[in-house]
């Protein structure tokens, strides 16, 4: 009993470390591989720009992927986040990013807009989209 515990404990722990999600562009998007520090600078306004075009971030308005991506990726959540944005839309520096309901939502508005950027579960990736990073 203690052996199956343990080895419960050890794949819990593992799993803990999968990724959750994915970083993506349309699949003609010029853009190549992002670190997690050049998909934080796109997601928090720092950046202008993804693979050649303007940046059109897109962020889901909620759920497991959202949350994950937030604390893993930004390093900001909830309020926190909010208020980040607020400030910068209030300076001018910045127009709110776009919010879609789920990954569905999310790899449409990728694939079909240049310079979109988004992220989706590792489950939703398809031919429709290239993926930049892995979270």
């Not at 059109?56 to 604390?71: H, L, S």
């Not at 449409?108 to 992220?119: E, H, L, Q, R, S």
């Amino acid at each position: 009993m203690k052996k199956n515990f343990l080895a419960f404990l050890a794949l819990a722990l593992l799993a803990g470390h999968a990724h959750a999600g994915s970083v993506i562009v349309a699949a003609d998007s010029k853009a190549g591989a992002m670190d997690a520090e050049a998909v934080r600078r796109v997601f928090l306004g720092r950046e202008a720009s993804v693979g050649g075009a303007k940046a059109q971030v897109i962020y889901q308005k909620g759920g497991a992927v959202r949350e994950t991506f937030d604390k893993a990726v930004l390093g900001k959540a909830g309020a926190e986040l909010t208020t980040y944005w607020s400030r910068l839309i209030f300076t001018g520096k910045a127009t709110a990013p776009d919010e879609v309901a789920n990954d569905a939502a999310v790899k449409a508005k990728v694939a079909g807009t240049p310079g979109a950027i988004g992220y989706v579960s590792d489950a939703a990736v398809d031919g429709s989209v290239k993926v930049l990073h892995k979270f």
